[in-house]
Nanobody
Framework: QVQLVESGGGLVQAGGSLRLSCAAS????????LGWFRQAPGKERDFVAG????????YYVDSVKGRFTISRDNAKNTAYLQMNNLKPEDTAVYYC??????????????WGQGTQVTVSS
C-alpha cells in the first residue's frame, strides 16, 4: 500500500511558477511510475505528466509541454512537478498517482489527496 501526499500548491499570478511535491511512503517507490493529474471545477480529472520508474522517460499533455517539468528523486521517495509560465487555465486541484507499469492517462491504484493551484490573471 502506497500513501501519497502532495504539497506546494497555492495562489500565483499568471506567468509565475510553482513546484509541486509528491511524497510517498509505504511502498517501494522506485518500482512505480508516477503521474500528475489535475481537475478543474466542473471537469474531469485529466493527465498532465508522467515519469517512469527511474526517470528515464517523461510524458506531457500538449498544453503544458515546454512549461512543466516532471521529475523524481527515488532516494527521497518524492516526485516533483515544476510549473513555469503558469496560465489561468492551469487552475485546478493537482493530484499525483503511482502505478505499476508505464505511466498511463488513467493513473494507477494509488492517489494523493490533491493540492490546489490557483492562477490569477
Amino acid at each position: 500500500q502506497v500513501q501519497l501526499v502532495e504539497s506546494g500548491g497555492g495562489l500565483v499570478q499568471a506567468g509565475g511558477s510553482l513546484r509541486l511535491s509528491c511524497a510517498a511512503s509505504g511502498g517501494t517507490f522506485s518500482s512505480y511510475s508516477l503521474g500528475w493529474f489535475r481537475q478543474a471545477p466542473g471537469k474531469e480529472r485529466d493527465f498532465v505528466a508522467g515519469i517512469t520508474w527511474g526517470g528515464e522517460s517523461t510524458y506531457y499533455v500538449d498544453s503544458v509541454k515546454g512549461r512543466f517539468t516532471i521529475s523524481r528523486d527515488n532516494a527521497k521517495n518524492t516526485a516533483y512537478l515544476q510549473m513555469n509560465n503558469l496560465k489561468p487555465e492551469d487552475t485546478a486541484v493537482y493530484y499525483c498517482t503511482a502505478e505499476t507499469g508505464m505511466p498511463t492517462i488513467h493513473g494507477g491504484d494509488y492517489w494523493g489527496q490533491g493540492t490546489q493551484v490557483t492562477v490569477s490573471s
